[in-house]
C-alpha cells in the first residue's frame, strides 16, 4: 500500500497545485457569487438545500476543489454521473474532437456516432440478454422516463404503471407519478396516473416486519395475491388482462439510499409479472455503466428486462444525454413509427460521441472485476468501521454502489441528524490525510433520511478508497 499512498499524495500535490485551477477560475469571489445568488437564482433547484451553498471551483479525477484549492474527496461523483473520474481525458479528447468536427446538427438528420452508440448498446444487450432490440434517446434521465412510459402506453394502452416504495424515476409530471415521496409531488396537486407503490425488499427494514433469510419472498407473494384476487383492481381474470401496463424498477434503489434487494428477488418478481402480462421497464439511470460491476445493475439478478433506461454516466457528465433500449416487440417501427416521440436535442453529437468513448472504454477495461474488487475492498473497510462506530447501523454494497445507515445509540433507530450533520461537517473541508487539509463530499438517500450512499468514480484508485475510510471515521469520530 505503500507505493498507492505515494501516489495519493503526488495526486493531492498536483490537485493543490496552482495550475490545475489557473484554466477555469473566474476573478470573482465566493462572496460576490453568494449575493448575486442572492437576487437572480432561482431557489427551487437543489442548490439551496442548505443556506449557503458550496462553491467548487475546479474538478479532477475523484477530487473537487475549492477557491481555497482544499480538495474534496468526492464519494458522489454528480449524482452517479461521473463514473469515469472527472476531466476523464479519454472522453474530454472525443468530445473535443468532435466539437472540431460535427459540432451541431439537427437531431432530424443522421450522423455516424447516433448509430454507432445505438449499435454498441444494442449488441451489448444481445449479449447480456439474447434479445435483439432498439435504442431511442433524449437529452436526460427524466426525459428518458417519460419516453418510456409513452412507449409502454402505445404497447399496451394502460396509462398506469407499478413502482416501489422509495422509488425515484425523475421530476417531470409523468416521471413524478412513478417518484414514491409525496414530497415530490404535493405543490403541484393531484396526480391522476400515480403508480401502484409496492414495497421495496428493503430487508434491513422489512415494512412486513420480516427476515429476509426466512421470508420466502414474502412481498412479492402478496403482490402476487393481488393479481390472483379478481376483486383487488390489477387483474381481470375473464379477459386475462392486467390494468397496469408496467413496473418501473430500480435494480439497486438509489435515491431510496443504495438499497441492495436479496440475490432472487427480481427472478420472484418477474415470474409474477410474466404470469399476469405486466412488462418490466429496469430504470439503470443511477446504477447503469458499471456503478455495481456489470454494465447493468440487473444482470445480478439474472432476469431480462422489457426496457431498460439509462442517462447519467453515458456520457461521463459532458453533456446530457439519456436513452431507452427496448427489445424489438416494443419498438420495432411498425409498432413505433417515425416521430412518435423526439426533442430538438435528444440526438446530440456531443453527448453521442461521449457516449460512444464512455461505452468503447468501457467495453475496452476490465471494470467488471476491477468494481467487484474494489467494492469489495471498500465494504470490507466500512464493516470495519460498522464494528468501531455505533452510530453506524447498517452497512452494504454491490460493486461501488455502497451505503451506510446512520442510526441513534440503541444501533436501529434512523438517525437523520447525524446524517445532516456528517454531510455538513465534510464540506467544511478542514478533515487531514497524510497531513493535509481536505474535505469529503457525500450524498444522502432514504427511506428515513439517514443513509450516506458511497458513489465513487469507478476508476478509483485503492489508496483514495483508503483516504475515504479514514475521512469517513474521522468524521463519525467527530460527531457520534
Ligand atoms: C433511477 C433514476 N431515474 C431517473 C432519474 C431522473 O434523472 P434526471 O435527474 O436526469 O432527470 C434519476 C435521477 O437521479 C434516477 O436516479
Same mark, same amino acid.
Given at each position: ?297 440487473? $444482470?445480478?439478478? *439474472?432476469?431480462?428486462?422489457? =426496457?431498460?433506461?439509462?442517462? !447519467?454516466?453515458?456520457?461521463? %457528465? /459532458?453533456?446530457? +444525454? ?40 468501457? $467495453?475496452?477495461? *476490465?471494470?467488471?472485476?476491477? =468494481?467487484?474488487?474494489?467494492? !469489495?475492498?471498500?465494504?470490507? %473497510? /466500512?464493516?470495519? +468501521? ?43 473541508? *478542514? ?13 444522502? %438517500? ?35
Amino acid at each position: 500500500m505503500a507505493i498507492l499512498e505515494k501516489e495519493l499524495v503526488t495526486n493531492l500535490n498536483k490537485i493543490n497545485s496552482k495550475e490545475s485551477t489557473e484554466l477555469n477560475r473566474l476573478d470573482i469571489s465566493d462572496e460576490e457569487l453568494a449575493s448575486i445568488d442572492k437576487e437572480y437564482c432561482t431557489y427551487g433547484d437543489k442548490i439551496h438545500a442548505e443556506p449557503n451553498p458550496k462553491v467548487f471551483r475546479d474538478c479532477n479525477g475523484s477530487f473537487m476543489y475549492d477557491s481555497k484549492n482544499v480538495p474534496y474527496l468526492d464519494l458522489e461523483m454528480w449524482f452517479a454521473a461521473c463514473n469515469l473520474g472527472y476531466k476523464n481525458k479519454r472522453i474530454r479528447d472525443a468530445v473535443v474532437n468532435q466539437l472540431d468536427t460535427l459540432p451541431q446538427i439537427s437531431s432530424h438528420f443522421q450522423y455516424d456516432y447516433k448509430v454507432l452508440l445505438s449499435e454498441k448498446i444494442a449488441k451489448a444487450n444481445i449479449k447480456r440478454f439474447g434479445r435483439k432490440g432498439r435504442v431511442h434517446f433524449n437529452v436526460g434521465g427524466s426525459q428518458v422516463i417519460e419516453d418510456a412510459l409513452k412507449l409502454v402506453r402505445n404497447y399496451t394502452h394502460k396509462n398506469r404503471m407499478f413502482s416501489f416504495f422509495g422509488g425515484f424515476h425523475g421530476r417531470t409530471l409523468g416521471a413524478s407519478c412513478l417518484t414514491a415521496g409525496y414530497r415530490y409531488r404535493k405543490a403541484f396537486g393531484h396526480f391522476a396516473d400515480e403508480a401502484h407503490f409496492v414495497p421495496y425488499p428493503y430487508c434491513f427494514r422489512c415494512p412486513y416486519g420480516k427476515k429476509c433469510d426466512s421470508c420466502n419472498y414474502y412481498c412479492v407473494q402478496q403482490l402476487r395475491r393481488e393479481f390472483e384476487d379478481n376483486c383487488a383492481g390489477l387483474y381481470d381474470h375473464s379477459s386475462k388482462e392486467a390494468s397496469l401496463g408496467a413496473f418501473f424498477v430500480e435494480p439497486v434503489q438509489g435515491s431510496g439510499g443504495y438499497i441492495i434487494p436479496p440475490k432472487g428477488y427480481f427472478k420472484e418478481l418477474k415470474k409474477v409479472l410474466d404470469d399476469f402480462g405486466v412488462l418490466f421497464v429496469d430504470d439503470e439511470i443511477q446504477m447503469g455503466f458499471y456503478r455495481t460491476g456489470k454494465l447493468w445493475a440487473i $444482470e445480478h439478478y *439474472d432476469v431480462k428486462p422489457d =426496457v431498460i433506461t439509462f442517462s !447519467k454516466s453515458l456520457t461521463n %457528465g /459532458l453533456n446530457p +444525454l439519456g436513452g431507452m433500449w427496448a427489445k424489438e416487440e416494443l419498438i420495432n417501427p411498425e409498432i413505433w413509427p417515425n416521430g412518435r416521440t423526439h426533442s430538438t436535442f435528444c440526438n446530440n453529437p456531443i453527448g453521442m460521441r461521449a457516449g460512444y468513448e464512455v461505452m468503447k472504454t468501457l $467495453e475496452e477495461g *476490465d471494470f467488471e472485476r476491477e =468494481v467487484a474488487n474494489k467494492g !469489495k475492498y471498500f465494504l470490507d %473497510g /466500512l464493516k470495519e +468501521l460498522e464494528k468501531r462506530h455505533k452510530r453506524i447501523g447498517h452497512v452494504d454494497g454491490l460493486g461501488l454502489a455502497l451505503r451506510i445507515e446512520c442510526v441513534t445509540e440503541d444501533g436501529y433507530t434512523p438517525d437523520p441528524e447525524l446524517l445532516h450533520n456528517i454531510l455538513a461537517e465534510g464540506l467544511k473541508g *478542514d478533515l487531514s490525510y497524510n497531513g493535509k487539509k481536505c474535505g469529503l463530499i457525500l450524498n444522502k %438517500g432514504s427511506h428515513y433520511n439517514n443513509t450516506i450512499t458511497l458513489v465513487p468514480a469507478i476508476t478509483i484508485s485503492y489508496a483514495e478508497i483508503d483516504m475515504a475510510l479514514s475521512l469517513l471515521d474521522q468524521l463519525f469520530t467527530r460527531l457520534s
